[in-house]
Every structure is written in C-alpha cells, then in structure tokens.
C-alpha cells in the first residue's frame, strides 16, 4: 500500500512523462549527512536542500547511480539517518540467558529521517523497488528554534518509536510515538546552557529492557542518560571525561559477550572505546580523599584526566551497570569526524574517518589490543578529508564523504582479502553557473562557484545479464579545470575545446589531451570529432601556486635533441651578430661557432647510437613500463619544480575522485586579456572562429561587447550599445545575428558585416536594433529558435517576451507569455526534428521551478501552451541560473533538458513531448 504522495508523484511522472535521467550535487560537509541500510542496500546521503538516494548496487554489475532526489527540507540539511528497528528478545518471548549472546538485533526499517538548517526534522517513508524507489514526507516536526545538528532514531517490534534530535539552540530533543500509525510528538527537552550538543547515540542496555542514551558536543564530555520504560524521561547518569577538543561523532556496537562499546570521535585525532555491562564498579583509587596539606602529583593527574580508567556506575531500572574506558585508539594525524561499528562482523569492527584523508577499520587481536586492521584513503589532491563513513552490506563495504562532498567507497575483495575503491558519485558543492553541451551533444561542461569545470557523460555499461542499460548511468568523466578564482561562464568551441570565464579579467582557451578521447570512447562507446588534429599532449597540471593547466610531455620520455640543437643554434647566432655589432670582437665570434659546431657534432653521434641501439633501448624501456605497471608502479614527470604522478592507462570505468582532481585537466591553450572587470558571460559561434565575452560594468565605458578571433586569440574590437553590465549574449544559428541582454532591460542585436565594410569600422559585426525598457526590470537570459526568426528574453519583471526581427520586418513582440509569480532567470528553446512549427520552450525560475512550453501549429510564435510544470523533485530549491536542450538520437518526440542552479545541482531530465 503506497502512500498518496508518491502515487501522486507516480501519476504526473506518467502524465508528462517526465524521468529524471540525472542528477548530481555532493554530499554536504557536514558529520552525520549520509547513513547506508544494509538491508536494502541504500545509501541516503544530504545533498544541499534535498534527500538523496543512492543505489551502490554492491551485490550486482550494475552501476551506482543516484535513484531519486526528493525536496522538502527549505535550507541545508545537516544530517540523514535511517530508522533503526530493535526487536529485544525479552519482546520476542525469549528467555534471556545470561550468558554470550546479543540482547538487541538491530535491523532497518524503510524510513529517513532528516534535520536541517531550516529548524525542521521531517519523517521520510521510502516506497518503491529497485531504481524506481522514491521517499515521501510522512511528518514534519518543528519544535527546535535553530538548526538541527545530528540525529538518532530507533524503532520498536511494538510500533513504539524514538527520535533524538540536537540543536544549534542548545537544546537535546526527544520525540516518541505509541504506535507505527501515530505521529511524533514532542517528549522530552534536554537543555545544556553554554554548550552545543554535535551528536548522539541510542541503544539498549545489555540484558535490559532500559535504554542508554550519550550526547556529546563542544564540552569534550560523553554526557549518558538513561531510560527505565517508554513512558519514563531520561534520567542523567554520569559525564565521562578525557577528550580534549570537541566530540564530533558518537556511535554504540554491541559485543558477543552481551556488553555494548560506546566509540566516541573527537578534533584531538583520539578515539575512545568504553565498556558498559552490568555489575558494580569497583572503588577509584584515583578519588581516595587526600589529607589536608598533601602534595598534589600534577603529573599524577594529568594522566589520570588523560586516560580516565576508573570504573563509573549507572543506574536504569533498579540495575547497576558499569562503565570504563575499554581503549584510547591513536592512529590518524588529523580531527577524526566519523566513527561507525560493524553490524554482522564478529569480531567486532570499528571505522573511523578522519581529516588525514584516511578511513581505518580497526579490529580487537587475541590478546584484547585494538589494531588498524585496514587503512584506505587519498593520496594528493586538494581535498581536506573525510567527514562521515559507514559499513555496507555484509560488512564488505565501507563509504565516506569528503570535505567536498565526493563519496568514496571501497569493497572487499573475497579472494585477495584486499579493499578496492569503487565508482561513486558526486557533483558541485557550490551554487553551478552555467552548464552547455558539447558541439557533438555527447557531454555536458558545467562550471560553479567551487572553481571547477566538470564534464559528464553517460557510461556505456551492462547490466548483471550482460543486456545494456536501458537508463544510461552517467557520471564525471573529467575535470578539464580547477581554478583558483569562482567560475562564471563556459562556452564549447568543438568537441575538443571549450572557453571559460571566472571572477578575473581572463577569459581561458582549453585542448583536450588525446588521453581524452581514448578514455571517453571506450566507456561511453562514441568517438568524438578531434578534426583531425594529431600530436596533443597527453595530460595536463596545475603547478603549485600556478592556476593555468601546463602541458606535461609524457609521450615517449625521451630528450628531444635536434630541438634543443636548433635552439641552441639560434641563440647563439643571435649572440654572435650581437657582439658583432657593438664590439666587433671576432674573436667571440670564432668560440661561438666552434661551439655551433659540437652541438652538431654531439647530434650526429646521438643520431648514429640511435640507429644502431635505439631497437634495443625501446625493448629495455618497454620492458621496464610493463614491469611498473604491473607492480602499480604510476610514471612520474616534471613540470617545473613539481612532480606528478601521470595516469595514462586507459581503464574500463570512470576516474575515480583523486584521477578526477588530478590525472583528467585540459591543457589550457590560450588567455584572452582585455576586460576590466570580472567576467559575466562568453558565446561562441557556430564557425569556431569567434568569440565574444562581456564583463561586470557600472559605467557605460566598459559595458561592451568584445569580439576575439579564435585563431590568433587576438582582441578584434569591441560592440557599444549598453549602459550597464551585459548580462548574457548568444550567437544565432547562422551566425548572421548577436543579441546581447543587459541589466540596463535593454537588448542589443547585432548583424554580420563583410570584411572591410566601413560601416562597421572593419568589425565582423554591426549595432542594427537597440530596444529600450524591452522589460521593466534586468533581463537576464536569451536564446534563439533554430530558424533564426525569433528570440526569446526572460527577466527579473516576472515574464517571457518572444521577440521578432528581420531586414525585411521591423524589430516587435511577437508574444508575451503571462506573468509569473517569481522572477524568470533562465530560458532555453529547440525545434522537435522533422517538425519545424513546433518550438519547445523551458523556462527556469528564481524559486528553482522549471516549466516546459511547446508553440503553436503557426509559425509565427504567438501562441504558446504549457506543456507541463515540473515536479520539485525533478527541478531545483534555489534559482535555475542556465536551461540547455538536447534532441535525443531515438526519437524526434523525446527531449533531454540539462538545468543547474544556486543549489549546488546539475540535472538531466528525460520530457516526451505531446502535442495533443
């Protein structure tokens, strides 16, 4: 029985027939943002405002991908966790024994909960199988006056359920429900004056039906309560003491011998194990009163405070249990932010995430001592660490999200007893810009505020039959760039070059390297157009404190002497007409050529030792490589002062994140300097022979329009017409036409000239038509429909104006399409193929709303009706900043439409269009 809700979302998703293909952000960076039920084998992690869904698929072929993005939170979500179910044996009839054995099994049930930065926690009820699953808001709650920081939540066999909330307001929450069909309600407030609580934790006490639950946050205590029966409040126990920095992460296992551990994370790089179990503490040495006047071991006490072994009792239910430090754990060099126990591995397990970019598994040896039993990571990049981690199914997985939001996993291999990572997913983890389409379609370019271009691509895979996906998976395939200033605007020039601007005053040219091309054939299966340009570079780098990709020459490692010969050459001949015009020393002149004359000396030997054992040496060399490559040796090469380890190896999947940060950059080729400010906005035409760019302008001085020639890189000259910053420009089909949208509500279109036409002052393009206050407020988008007819602008007034204009026929308005109710930001328009009446027009909003319009049987553009509106969970929750079409190679009916927005997200939905 599925809920209204998602038969609601089930039924327009078939109505409009509109399925996201799609979808990308990063994990929040934040502790407790992503938790994996191993029971289902998903992984429901905070992705800006939204719950996403991810399916691993760790027990088949199939690939990973995000199954479904769902909206209700306004802000931030801070923490993620999936609904624990206890069944206590004393609830299953059973006799308790005494003995080994556990006294909770834990399961998941099919619920989310979720708390975010918006001060509410909201219920999810996950309905649905497979790919198809989608989770549906069961209940808000908003009781807390700031944001929600962590959560724990736990449900009964009986129906009876708990929720654990802490707040930025100081305050611990506890919610309870009698039965499955009732509604939280608010039970308990745990204040703590001065002090933030950052996590917590629950869990039956062993052989107990009481419950124990530990909070801890920026006090650097382990704060235990407990609770007698569901219709008793939680009664404060004990503090334990010795962290020395904040507590980040809180998590409860429980071991065969019946007892429970309690692994607490904190910023001082310490993890500490305590024990609970029943019984009687025994007397602290370390508390014997001291007589009047006697000295005080300083040292003495410091250790002690460090260590904290002394035993604590606590009390639930007229039963005494014990507590005790069990373990200090050191191993990480950095704050460790997450710690989780295994669920089914016996012995027990711990993980633990940390800054040092490291996740250790730790394991107790025979002897009691805990070990580092696995240590998996990152090597290089810039990353500043983990986050949060989990165990996966059977224990043979494990994830983590980074400070950038990436996830990274890793699986277990049976055989080799060895961990290997695995292809995740990611995204942006700032607002996104602008995105656009390769030339050929293949790709999408995106660029955001985190400073990065990315490329995704959908990955040519099987599935566990050996049939092809039916739903391509897509995924980052590269990382053309990694800037140091926020991105702005991307441009594609062809399938191997793209232009991007930032928050500089230069404008950047990038070259695929030819390990692009083999890498991205083999995993989506199309070869994309290199017009027919050979001799690439391989790879590329960023050197340190550099921000342009160099070019690193890895082609075959050997020294290029003729080169050097030639220009040694020219060097010194420049020297020796040099010292003959200003000192006529023929002397110098003579040693000059002499020198001349070794180098070519020095190249006939090279030359000659190369034809006789230049087979032999290749043999060597190759030998060698096959042997590193073997060993997972990687080859190094210098750039500079820098050395990078360079990938070239093309494999079967999609770079993982650090190949992504570092092995997949774009050589830059070209910087375009000119502009004044920082950059707004660049087009390309359809000839790759121009480009134009605009930048931020308060002054009508530098509210131009430059054209640069793509061949030379050269500035052409500049396009006048607007008073204040352009704010978008885009080149017609034909390229006969440049219409330029300003935040002066005016729009400037410009035509094509021949070469040396006065006129135009020797530019390709001319100032023929200017409208003034088109709109009442910033326009802040436009685009062109494939006949080269009509225009369309969408602005801050709340409305979408198709515009006409022609030699033939005067500058009008075509179509004003009815107010809004938020402001439009984004416009895109296509033609269906074999139907050139018929424009489908998308129109992004500035509350994330995107509407899909489709255009009259007349050609004229004047009548337009709602195709439809789409769902929240296919659109975005903060401004749709850029809308692009792509005509889908199978049918001329089924459209792809790509959108980005300030919520960190980059979307891809599939629309069928009808026209009935």
């Not at 808000?140 to 009876?160: E, F, W």
């Not at 703590?192 to 801890?216: D, E, G, I, K, Q």
Request: with cysteine; net charge negative; charged share 25%.
């Amino acid at each position: 029985v599925f809920s209204q809700s998602f038969i609601e979302t089930l039924l327009y998703a078939m109505s409009t027939s509109v399925l996201n293909e799609f979808v990308s952000c990063s994990c929040n960076p934040v502790t407790n943002a992503l938790d994996w039920n191993q029971d289902e084998d998903l992984i429901a992690y905070a992705a800006s405002s939204f719950l996403f869904l991810y399916r691993p698929n760790t027990t088949s072929r199939s690939p990973s991908r995000v199954v479904s993005s769902c909206f209700g939170h306004k802000k931030k979500i801070n923490c993620a966790r999936w609904m624990r179910c206890w069944k206590r044996k004393e609830e299953e009839g059973e006799e308790e024994s005494s003995g080994q054995g556990k006294a909770t099994t834990i399961a998941y049930s099919r619920e989310v909960v979720t708390g975010g930065c918006d001060k509410l926690i909201i219920v999810w009820k996950v309905e649905g199988e497979g790919n198809g699953v989608e989770a549906v808001p069961l209940q808000v709650i908003n009781n807390a006056s700031d944001s929600i920081t962590s959560l724990s939540c736990v449900t009964y066999s009986n129906g009876t359920a708990m929720i654990v909330a802490t707040s930025g307001d100081q305050n611990t929450y506890i919610y309870q429900k009698k039965n499955m069909d009732d509604e939280y309600s608010l039970f308990q407030t745990i204040s703590t004056p001065r002090h933030y609580m950052m996590t917590t934790s629950l869990l039956s006490l062993p052989h107990s039906t009481s419950v124990v639950l530990a909070c801890a946050g920026d006090d650097m205590k382990v704060h235990l309560y407990t609770q007698c029966s569901d219709d008793e409040q939680f009664q404060f126990q004990d503090s334990l003491q010795g962290h020395e920095d904040w507590v980040q992460s809180l998590d409860f296992g429980q071991d065969t011998n019946g007892s429970i551990l309690l692994a607490s994370a904190s910023q001082d790089c310490m993890m500490r194990l305590w024990r609970i179990e029943k019984g009687k503490a025994t007397e602290d040495p370390s508390h014997e009163k001291r007589d009047e006047g006697e000295e005080v071991d300083t040292d003495k006490e410091v250790l002690t405070k460090l260590l904290q072994t002394s035993e604590r009792s606590i009390a639930a239910n007229d039963e005494k249990f014990v507590v005790r430090l069990d373990a200090l754990l050191y191993g990480h060099e950095n704050k460790i932010f997450g710690v989780r126990w295994s669920s089914l591995s016996s012995p027990l397990q711990l993980l633990s995430a940390s800054f040092d970019k490291t996740m250790v598994i730790w394991k107790q040896e025979e002897n009691g001592v805990w070990a580092d039993s696995v240590r998996v990571g990152c090597v290089g990049g810039n990353s500043l660490g983990f986050f949060g981690c989990c165990f996966g199914p059977n224990d043979k997985h494990i994830i983590a999200h980074a400070h950038q939001g990436t996830l990274h996993e890793w699986s277990c291999d049976e055989v080799g007893e060895q961990w290997l990572p695995k292809v995740s997913v990611g995204g942006h983890f700032r607002s996104v810009y602008e995105l656009t389409w390769g030339i050929s379609r293949q790709y999408l370019l995106s660029v955001s505020e985190d400073q990065t271009t990315r490329l995704c691509a959908p990955w040519n895979t099987t599935d566990s039959k050996g049939d092809a996906e039916t739903l391509p998976t897509w995924h980052e395939m590269a990382r053309p760039q990694v800037h140091g200033y926020d991105m702005k605007c991307i441009a594609a020039i062809s399938d191997s070059k793209f232009v991007s601007g930032a928050d500089e005053k230069v404008l950047r040219t990038f070259e695929a390297p030819s390990s692009f091309f083999s890498s991205f054939e083999k995993l989506t299966g199309v070869s994309l157009n290199t017009n027919g340009e050979k001799g690439r570079a391989l790879v590329a780098s960023v050197p340190a404190l550099g921000l342009s990709n160099k070019v690193i020459d890895v082609c075959d490692g050997k020294i290029k002497l003729l080169e050097v010969v030639a220009v040694s050459i020219w060097a010194l001949s420049s020297c020796c007409l040099h010292w003959q015009l200003l000192l006529l020393l023929q002397f110098y002149a003579l040693c000059i050529c002499c020198c001349i004359l070794f180098m070519i000396f020095l190249c006939c030997v090279y030359l000659l030792v190369k034809a006789v054992f230049g087979g032999e040496l290749e043999k060597l060399q190759a030998q060698k490589e096959e042997e590193d490559k073997h060993n997972g040796v990687p080859s190094f090469r210098s750039t500079g002062d820098t050395v990078y380890p360079v990938a070239v190896d093309i494999s079967d999947h999609p770079p993982f994140e650090e190949h992504l940060a570092q092995n997949t950059l774009w050589p830059e080729t070209r910087k375009l300097y000119g502009h004044g400010y920082e950059l707004l906005c660049v087009a390309c035409n359809h000839a790759q022979t121009l480009i134009a760019s605009a930048c931020k302008a308060s002054k009508q001085e530098h509210a131009h329009i430059k054209l640069w020639d793509l061949a030379s890189g050269l500035e052409i000259g500049t396009l006048e017409g607007h008073s204040l910053s352009v704010v978008k420009l885009k080149f017609s089909p034909n390229d006969e036409w440049i219409v330029s949208v300003s935040r002066d509500r005016s729009f400037c279109i410009y035509h094509r000239e021949e070469q040396g036409n006065e006129e135009s002052g020797g530019l390709p393009y001319k100032l023929v038509a200017k409208k003034e206050k088109a709109h009442d407020r910033i326009i802040w988008d436009v685009c062109w429909t494939a006949d080269n007819c009509y225009f369309v602008t969408a602005s801050r007034d709340k409305r979408v104006k198709v515009w006409s204009f022609s030699f033939e026929n005067e500058l009008e308005s075509v179509c004003v399409l009815p107010k809004f109710k938020e402001s439009v930001t984004a416009v895109d328009v296509c033609t269906l193929a074999g139907d050139s009446s018929h424009h489908v027009l998308a129109v992004g909003f500035d509350n994330g709303e995107i509407r899909v319009f489709v255009s009259g049987e007349n050609k004229d553009g004047s009548v337009w009706k709602e195709l439809c509106l789409l769902h929240q969970n296919f659109s975005h929750a903060a401004t749709v900043r850029s809308v692009s079409w792509r005509m889908k190679e199978t049918t001329s009916r089924e459209l792809e439409l790509a959108s980005c927005g300030m919520d960190n997200l980059v979307r891809i939905n599939r629309i069928a269009i009808t026209l009935d």
